[in-house]
């Protein structure tokens, strides 16, 4: 059976990390984008992470650019705005693709694990956010695809997926499942 640690991601500069670095840890990976109107939550992230991090936590961030362009720029670009602005100073790693032909294997995995379990958004915003998504993808999305910026998966200390969190739960709730793993 798979875990997390089975998996690689590029950091910033384009070098190969093994998960299997964050052994032992609760993850919390994370979609991110820098002009999304859920890019607040990085700054109820860096203070989540500052909290818990000495207890064995960490949040990967994955910066994507197929919700609306929502991610413009370079890693390096992406990397000062978060730093500027909010203090990030958890793991960010290479720009990715998380739905498609392209998409990272992780994120395969990882919604393999955890699919898609509805109430994203209230019905009338769902299909601008559906609209929007097929404007900027060449290929529809598929059931268990991410939805949109920070979906948010939580991975336990053994490597196991044990939740999915869509970009509107209350970060108050994700916290409180992050701790119950810890």
Not at 81 to 94: E, H, I
Not at 140 to 152: H, L, V
Not at 154 to 168: D, M, W
């Amino acid at each position: 059976m798979a875990t997390v640690y089975d998996f690689k991601l590029k950091d910033k500069k384009g070098n190969e990390v093994s998960l299997d670095a964050y052994k032992g840890k609760v993850l919390l990976i994370v979609n991110t984008a820098t002009g999304c109107g859920f890019t607040p939550q990085y700054e109820e992230l860096e203070a989540m992470y500052h909290e818990l991090k000495d207890k064995g936590f960490e949040i990967l961030d994955v910066p994507c650019d197929q919700f609306g362009h929502q991610a413009p720029g370079s890693d390096e670009e992406i990397h000062e705005f978060c730093t500027a602005k909010f203090g990030v100073d958890f793991p960010q790693f290479k720009k990715s693709e998380v739905n498609g032909a392209n998409e990272l294997p992780l994120y395969t995995w990882l919604k393999s694990e955890k699919g898609y379990a509805g109430g994203a958004y209230e019905e009338k915003l769902a299909a601008i956010m559906e609209d929007l998504y097929n404007k900027a993808n060449p290929e529809p999305r598929k059931q268990n695809d991410i939805q949109w910026n920070f979906t948010k998966f939580l991975v336990n200390k053994n490597g196991e997926v044990v939740a999915r969190f869509e970009p509107t739960v209350d970060l108050k709730e994700v916290k409180k499942a992050v701790e119950a793993q810890l």
